[in-house]
């Protein structure tokens, strides 16, 4: 059986016929991904309680149910400590965009950016209506959008209102790379264009600009799945804004002739208000030539009255005149806008067709390269300490990376070949985390099996033929467990061993350091142990 061994004294590949080494990769020799992209840092080992996808949708259908009754007004519901949705919306001031500010608390457990595009999309389908598919789509480009403006209050201060900035930090808007720096430290922000605006509810320009699309380019695929996703968004959001348009459009005309009837009024009343104006006027000097005559001062007043109120009619007149003036002006208005916003989202639609396009070209040369290529497995030290690794796959003739592992705390910088893929120790106690034995699959090198029992942070894991020995936690004391290539337990010893200690194989049996810091040998059948005296750590 081919097997991957840790070489402590080398950081190099090496490609053998029979067996491949596990190396730990230059950091330097990885660096092919734009510095630009966003990758999230994952926990993507065993957990000690798994939730399902239902279960984690729930969060944001919770939320959503809450704030959804309310959703004309400010407001904010959810837990603090948990998860938190901040509904920050304010009428009286125009121009930029109000938001809703989805909180991560410090008692969160979420650790995958899977999860929480679960939460932000279930809340979306039940606060907005949205499809299931759209608001999948929109919870991946909301979350990559948070990432590239982390921490960057200048940029939310240029586009969103003061009620939105108010409730943000320097230290937490945005969302961070690493699932370490989510708890108490998240402040999502998903702009709103329109609580009321449909598909166009959520602000898709906002969150696909220039730099996000540039991120999700820096990606293995290019992000090309949810690049095309959006692009339908758009062409949709595109379409009702062109029938908005044609609506708007027609009544705008509708009321430019109402505007127009409205002027020819007042255009013959003003003419009329004139005339009896003039009217006016002469039968008053005709009455002054003749103060005697009262017929002549009944006329000149009569006409007086008449003048007045034909003046008033035409003034009446001017004033709707404006006022549909001002109603035609608006809707105008209203269509260039909804005009302007259906060519907006057609143009964004057609670029990022075009750039999808040539970036699945792209894709298609690599992966034909990379096919065509020898190939081989490594491991890449993750942090500085290399206590933790991920998985690696190759180009071997260019060593260039064809795929890394999402899996980034495979743990003793050891993994071996077997028939699914290669078996590792993998995980962390924090939070919900677990450390296991797993088995990673090796096209996407991703954990397809975990073994069921604890594993010791600090254990080694060594293989004997078709068998795998490492420390495991039972009756809450360290002991020496031995598995097959499918993590069914074998054996385990009785005898308490060091969390840390070596397993060496002998042909004798299985050498390691008993919990009272002495060597032992234990039997490989049973994993008793080989001593002809009494030994304490047996009891």
Sequence with gaps: MKSIKVLLTSICISLLTTFIFAVEVNEKELETV???????ENYTGPHSVINTADEISNIGTELGKKLKPNIENQTTVGSEIKYQVIHAIDPTETGKLDADIFIIGNNSTVDHIKNIRRIISSYLVTTYDYSVSDANTLATFITVYNAVYRGNLNKFQEKYKKVVTNNLSSEKAGIALSYKDWPGKTQIVIPLNDIKGGLSTVDTSVISD????Q????????GVESRKEMVDIK?????????????????ATEETNKLKEEQKKETQLKQEAEEAKQEA?????????????????????EKQEIAEEKQEIAEEQTKKTEEQA???EEAKQDATEAQSIADTKRTEAQTERTSISQDQQTIMREQAKNESAP???GLKAVDELGILSSLVKMNAETGSVIKESPVTVIRSRTIYEVQEGYIAIAGTNIKNGAVKLVILDKENMEIIKEGADEVAETSVLVQDGDDFYCVVKSNNKWIVGKYNSNLDSLLKSTISVKPATPITITSSGVLVTSASNRPILLKKDDLSLISSTNFSDAK
């Design 326 to 328: 001002k109603k035609t």
């Design 215 to 222: 991120s999700m380019q820096g990606e293995d695929d290019k």
């Design 34 to 40: 734009s510095v630009d992209a966003v990758v999230f």
């Design 235 to 251: 062409e949709r959001e595109a379409d009702i804004a062109s029938d908005k348009a044609q609506e708007a459009q027609k009544k």
């Design 281 to 301: 006027e002469e039968a008053k000097q005709e009455a002054e030539k003749n103060p005697n005559d009262k017929e002549l001062q009944k006329q000149a007043e």
């Design 375 to 377: 190939q081989v497995y």
């Design 210 to 213: 220039k730099q996000v699309v």
